[in-house]
């Protein structure tokens, strides 16, 4: 018999729980990523009961102590992108159009598996916090180094001023220029599978110094997710290369879109148009007469 879920296990009880632990079942089944992020305290402070009360809910729940409680929770996100057929498919095959079908079909599953664990809630935290920090310092090595450039370039307008710590000027400059973050200051940390050491010994060096952590990950067994203070998944598997940046692509498009929709007005939108306007290619003004179809002016 499979074990159940912390989620599964939650509902099998709620109906018969008192109304303060109702409200820490509530918050559970609300926010799961959140509940298995957090310590005792903290998921006290969110569900507004006292420590006390969350001990007594564990012990309801039939485990051992609220170590088991994490145990069971952080248990429910690791397999969070079900593509071990993927893999053996690929494993299997040899030809080119099954390696590219199962990258594609392991690039969706990651999606929606990204989508199924997304609180918006956290997202709102961290909109809030990129918006009303002082710096915006952006952290990455390795394949997380060219997405963390991206995730900054999308979030200029977000900004009040930023840094990146990508590795370029070696070690010793990273943690030169880290030395000098600060409380107000807001890290966006991303590690993908292999995880670099120099990002979560850096993300928890600026946490000591008071930076507000965002953590950027695949999963909540990443040696990340103990340093974030807020965190975002978005699953890494893929078939053949050892992580698979697809989701966490579509994580940074939700957060601006997030900024977008609360920070930017009609007017500022339309003044940028306005001045990018002459860069840009227009088909349509070149050629008026020619039909379009999908995107494409026909011949």
């Known amino acids: 018999m499979t074990p159940l879920s912390l989620v599964d296990l939650v509902r099998a009880h709620r109906a018969g729980m008192t109304p303060l632990h109702g409200r820490v079942a509530d918050f559970v089944l609300r926010h799961p990523l959140q509940a298995a992020t957090m310590g005792i305290e903290d998921l006290a402070a969110a569900a507004e009961v006292s420590v006390a009360t969350i001990n007594r809910f564990v012990r309801g729940l039939g485990l051992e102590g609220f170590s088991h409680f994490r145990a069971l929770a952080v248990a429910s996100f690791r397999p969070l992108s079900p593509v071990e057929k993927l893999e053996a498919q690929a494993a299997a095959s040899g030809r080119d159009t099954d390696h590219v079908q199962a990258s594609l079909d392991s690039g969706l ?136 940046a697809t989701a966490l692509v579509a994580l940074f498009e ?39 179809l999908a995107g494409r002016l026909l011949p």
Not at 257 to 273: I, K, Y
């Open 254 to 292: 939700a957060l601006v879109a997030l900024l977008t929709a609360r920070r930017q007005s009609a007017g500022d939108a339309a003044e940028l148009t306005r001045r990018i306007a002459p860069f840009l290619h227009d088909a349509v003004a070149e050629a008026p007469d020619r039909p379009i």
């Open 109 to 244: 599953a990651n999606l929606r598996a990204a989508r199924a664990v997304a609180d918006a809630d956290v997202f709102r935290q961290a909109a809030e916090a990129v918006s009303s920090a002082d710096r915006v310092v952006f952290l990455g090595f390795g394949l997380s180094a060219p997405l963390v450039g991206l995730l900054a370039d999308m979030l200029i307008p977000f900004c009040r001023a930023q840094m990146i710590l990508d590795g370029q000027g070696g070690q010793e400059r990273m943690i030169r220029r880290a030395f000098n973050v600060r409380a107000g200051d807001v890290v966006i940390a991303l590690a993908l599978p292999r995880y670099s050491l120099s990002t979560i010994e850096l993300a928890r060096g600026m946490r000591s110094q008071g930076a507000r952590i965002i953590g950027i990950t695949d999963s909540l067994s990443s040696p990340l997710a103990l340093e974030a203070d807020l965190l975002l998944l978005g699953p890494a598997e893929h078939p053949l290369l050892h992580a698979s």
